[in-house]
């Protein structure tokens, strides 16, 4: 189960950008291009994840951790076990943004929607081969700290648990920032049921009040 | 080492978890709260055959440490102590020092002086302790590791080990490659270098075989048990299995083997077994030498091109940079540099009334931020030298010493402590002699006087000065056959800086190039050169094809291949506004129709009757959802050329920078994302605004004090993060307790005009758009 970058969904990489309808520029879409081939060939995607069995107290057995919020607890609502999960694009996709912003500051603001793409779109490949290996047990969307009301902070415990810096140099700031800067961290729920999608919805979401999407009528669909 | 193989403990971690230790919780405690545990894994692995023992230290730092109740110097006292007690007379006790946990900028926000100082503190406290030498292990940031190493060379006398985790990429999780880590470690002058962690023995010995071609220290093996399983992260090798696949290292020249994660005292007595009746095998001598960075190796065994640009002498624009602190001004033209072709950035920033050893750190650590390039430290001061090797993460080159002994005796002990190359010229207190021998004689006495100071000869470089042929026109002939001289009969490498050969000529290209090519020829191999000359770089690009450097000339036809794509340069319409040059992003055209306007117009009427109302359309289109932030950034890039004509026509007559107002920018307290930030900087700064940017992670205080020393009347800040935004509040109540008069503009993903006004602000700012209508309102 190798992670991977196999490309960036457009689409989401538009909306990070805030281009409204469904023709982007022919500039915006050409760099785009760019940079998609960029991140595949600088970006060194790395994931680790880890199962754990769900106490009745919410806690991951063997763990202290115990994810926080009413929107956590919904969500694995009937799963008996859970993934937690990190991945993150290196530091390499890093320098690049770091790098692109001196040269081109609009190509920048490009390149950080693609690469926030790209790392999804690692997660995305990471949960379908987790899927597969989980089969016929079902898995939950993937959750993050700072959804709905599970706070940011715990971020910081979900890396030491998982030692992502030792494991894929994901490492924290003293604030609780995760370095690279493109780097996620998730729970799945693990069910032996299927569950419906999208529940709690936008709801969930820490971006709900400001969300122009939703405004707008619309969802990202995550 | 010793003719014997010296054998290492196993993981630590493991065994205390096994005996009680929760996940999550220090390990370290223990050697206050459960001493009796830890000495019992000590003396488990000596019972197995271990000769050096790493202490439980590994995260026994003050940040790991915090609040736990005890400080760094209290547990690996303590620790120390007691593997000391549990192995007994005839076995060493290492302290073992991990990564901080927290990543150095630019990718955290760590400076290297607190590293220094965290480090510091942990090795200072095991050699009272009584430690037998400093094991640095796991580490993944090459510069990281420097700061350690620093720390314990110059606070300690004990021997230094520095061990780094790679990735079967071959690279760490940082990007520091094996010959990187090799030379860098070597510079430095560690005591033993290797791997350890990672992954298993079998994945490591490739890279163990290329690090013995990089250096002749001892290495050192600690490989993991195989590689986990992902799902419970436990590792299932055998201690037998293990071993075997140890075994190899025995004639790969490794010098001390061991185990890291997964591995038990059964490992280790099983890895014993093997290698304790084996002697070391003997490594043929490193074949491989060069300079670096973390990421990139630059060999010398071809013509390396070290880029010039980084260089304020009679360039007006990059003096004001320097002047004004524009770091971005400084750094595009590193980046140009790479882009153009460079192998080596030379870094001068040389400037009276500068403060140049902190300028030259600053720019140096910038400069290493965005590009990967080896960097040569230019500079005649001893102290901004080393502040320049202090700051630089790889293996440098200081350019440069001369044939004067109080010049070699200051600056050569700099380039022996950090490992630096260095460039000598040809020339001493009388001036630089007039005939090639004599040059010679001085490149012979600066040899001598490197190797006295124990710098290798292979780290010599000889400068045999090019001096302007429109003045001096025998002079040239001289400085060729000089090269020649020190190239053959010295066999050392040679830098010539090249185009002031054409100073005062016209046409001068054609004469830089010819006396280049005629350089390169007679042995000159690094040329200090402006890159971002197609020209000079053409000459290189063929010199390598007919010297055989350019295998199959793939690099020269890839050149000229990309080149004849790219050829489709369309002149600019002539009946193009700068409205419309602006509003489609197109820089060139952009600052010619501004040098156009300047020639009729005072610098202030172009701003504010052409560059300011092009750019305010471009907004309004933005605004109505027409374009989008990445064309209106483009716009405002484009006007950005417009402002360097008019900053550059200023500058030309010595007159004050053009701006409409100050304002302070600042990405708040714990947060790391500054992309949204730099794109309000970018916008206002192209509406003419002079913006100060304090950067990412900026404490309360530094932005008052900001506010306060530049008297700016705007303040912006910025957080993304949930977390952060309480750092903005802060920060905004600690400016009104200033009683600094200013208003203040938040910004951020997270923001909304509710929440702005509830923590104190003046202003929400949606985009960079309002940032700059904001600026307009305050500043006007």
């Known amino acids: 189960m190798e992670p991977r970058l196999t490309g960036i969904d457009r689409r989401e990489a538009l909306r990070y950008l805030g281009v409204r309808g469904d023709k982007p520029p022919a500039d915006v879409a050409a760099s785009l291009d760019k940079w998609e081939a960029a991140l595949l060939k600088t970006a060194r995607p790395r994931a680790v994840w880890r199962l754990f069995d769900l106490a009745p107290d919410g806690t991951l057995a063997g763990t202290a951790f115990r994810p926080a919020g009413e929107d956590i607890r919904r969500h694995l609502a009937g799963c008996g076990r859970v993934v937690l999960m990190a991945a993150t694009l290196g530091a390499e996709a890093d320098g690049l943004l770091r790098r692109t912003q001196v040269e081109d500051m609009a190509q920048a603001v490009i390149l950080d929607a693609a690469a926030g793409a790209a790392i999804e779109n690692v997660c995305d490949n990471l949960c379908a081969d987790l899927a597969a290996e989980m089969a016929p047990a079902f898995l939950t969307g993937r959750f993050s700290p700072g959804y709905g009301d599970m706070p940011l902070e715990q971020q910081g415990e979900m890396c030491r648990v998982l030692d992502t810096a030792r494991r894929i140099g994901v490492g924290l700031t003293p604030g609780g920032l995760m370095t690279p800067m493109k780097s996620v961290t998730a729970l799945i729920g693990v069910a032996d049921t299927p569950r419906e999608k999208g529940e709690g919805g936008c709801k969930n979401c820490a971006q709900y009040e400001n969300c122009g999407i939703r405004k707008a009528g619309g969802s990202c669909g995550r | 080492m010793e003719d014997k193989f010296i054998i290492l403990d196993g993981a630590m971690g493991t065994m205390l978890q096994a005996a009680g230790l929760p996940v999550g919780q220090s390990p370290e405690v223990w050697n206050v709260t459960d001493p009796e545990k830890v000495a019992a894994v000590h003396r488990q692995y000596v019972d197995a055959g271990t000769r050096l023992v790493c202490s439980n230290t590994f995260g026994a730092n003050r940040h790991k440490l915090a609040g736990c109740g005890y400080s760094s110097a209290e547990l690996i006292a303590a620790g120390i102590q007691l593997a000391k007690k549990a192995v007994g007379p005839g076995v060493k006790v290492a302290l073992d020092v991990g990564p901080i946990g927290q990543l150095l900028a630019p990718l955290g926000t760590l400076s290297f002086e607190e590293a220094y100082d965290i480090f510091k503190e942990m090795v200072t406290a095991g050699e009272t302790a009584g430690a037998d030498l400093v094991f640095f292990e796991t580490m993944s940031d090459l510069y990281e590791l420097k700061a350690g190493v620093l720390a314990a060379k110059e606070n300690t006398h004990l021997p230094v080990w520095a061990s780094m985790t790679f990735e079967s990429s071959g690279r760490t999780f940082l990007g520091t490659t094996v010959p990187a880590m090799a030379l860098t470690l070597e510079a430095l002058s560690v005591d033993a270098m290797g791997f350890n962690c990672s992954l298993g023995p079998a994945e490591l010995m490739p890279l163990v075989e290329e690090l013995a071609r990089w250096t002749d220290k001892p290495i050192i093996l600690k490989p993991n048990a195989g590689l986990p399983d992902p799902a419970t992260g436990k590792y299932h090798m055998t201690a037998i299995d293990f071993a075997k696949a140890m075994a190899p290292a025995a004639e790969l020249g490794v010098g001390a083997v061991g185990g890291c994660c997964g591995t038990t005292p059964d490992f280790i007595r099983a890895t014993a077994d093997i290698f304790q009746d084996k002697t070391p095998a003997v490594r043929s001598k490193a074949d491989r030498r060069g300079v670096c960075s973390a990421a990139r190796t630059v060999e010398l065994d071809g013509v390396r091109v070290i880029g010039e640009r980084i260089n304020p002498t009679g360039k007006k624009r990059f003096q004001q940079a320097l002047r004004e602190g524009d770091m971005d001004y400084i750094l595009a033209r590193a980046v140009e540099q790479q882009d153009g072709g460079a192998d080596i950035l030379d870094v001068n920033v040389g400037l009276p009334g500068l403060d140049e050893p902190a300028m030259m750190a600053k720019v140096v650590r910038a400069v290493q931020s965005v590009s990967d390039l080896p960097v040569q430290i230019d500079s005649s001061d001893p102290a901004a030298v080393e502040a320049g090797l202090r700051a630089v993460n790889g293996r440098a080159i200081v350019n440069s010493v001369n044939g004067e002994r109080a010049v070699l005796d200051a600056i050569l002990p700099l380039c022996k402590k950090y490992g630096a190359a260095v460039v000598g010229l040809t020339m001493d207190k009388n001036g630089i002699p007039p005939t090639a021998e004599d040059r010679f004689a001085i490149a012979e006495r600066i040899l001598d006087a490197a190797l006295g100071y124990g ?326």
Do not use: W
């Open chain 2, 455 to 780: 710098i290798p000869k292979e780290d010599v470089y000889i400068d045999c000065l090019t001096l302007t042929v429109s003045a001096q026109q025998d002079q040239a002939a001289e400085t060729l056959k000089a090269v020649r001289m020190v190239r053959e009969e010295l066999g050392l490498h040679t830098v010539l800086g090249v185009s002031n050969i054409s100073f005062g000529l016209p046409a001068r290209e054609h004469v830089t190039v010819s006396f280049l090519t005629q350089a390169l020829a007679a042995g000159l191999d690094l040329p200090i050169l402006n890159p971002n000359q197609a020209a000079v770089m053409d000459a290189v690009a063929a010199y390598r094809v007919l010297s055989g450097e350019d295998k199959d000339s793939a690099a020269y036809i890839e050149r000229f291949a990309a080149a004849q794509e790219t050829k489709t340069v369309s002149a600019p319409e002539a009946d193009m506004t700068l409205d419309t040059a602006i509003a489609k992003g197109m820089k060139a055209e952009t600052a010619a129709l501004t040098e156009k306007a300047l020639d009729a117009m005072g610098e202030m009427d172009v701003v504010n009757s052409l560059l300011i109302p092009a750019l305010d359309k471009v907004g309004d289109r933005y605004e109505r959802g027409e374009i989008f932030l990445p064309q209106l950034i483009n716009a405002a890039n484009a006007a950005c050329e417009g402002f360097e004509a008019v900053k550059k026509r200023i500058a030309r007559r010595g007159g004050e920078t053009v701006s409409r107002g100050k304002i302070i920018l600042a990405t708040v307290q714990g947060d790391i994302h500054d992309i949204g930030k730099n794109i309000v900087r970018v916008v206002l700064e192209n509406y003419g605004y002079t913006v100060i940017d304090l950067g990412r992670d900026v404490a309360p205080e530094a932005v008052v004090e900001a506010a306060i020393k530049e008297d700016a009347r705007l303040v912006g800040l910025s957080a993304l993060m949930t977390t952060t935004v309480p750092a903005m509040e802060k920060t905004i109540q600690a400016l009104r307790a200033s009683g600094h008069d200013c208003k203040v503009m938040v910004g951020g993903a997270v923001l909304t005009e509710e929440y702005a006004m509830a923590i104190g602000a003046d202003y929400y700012s949606r985009d960079a758009k309002q940032s700059a209508d904001i600026a307009r309102l305050v500043l006007g």
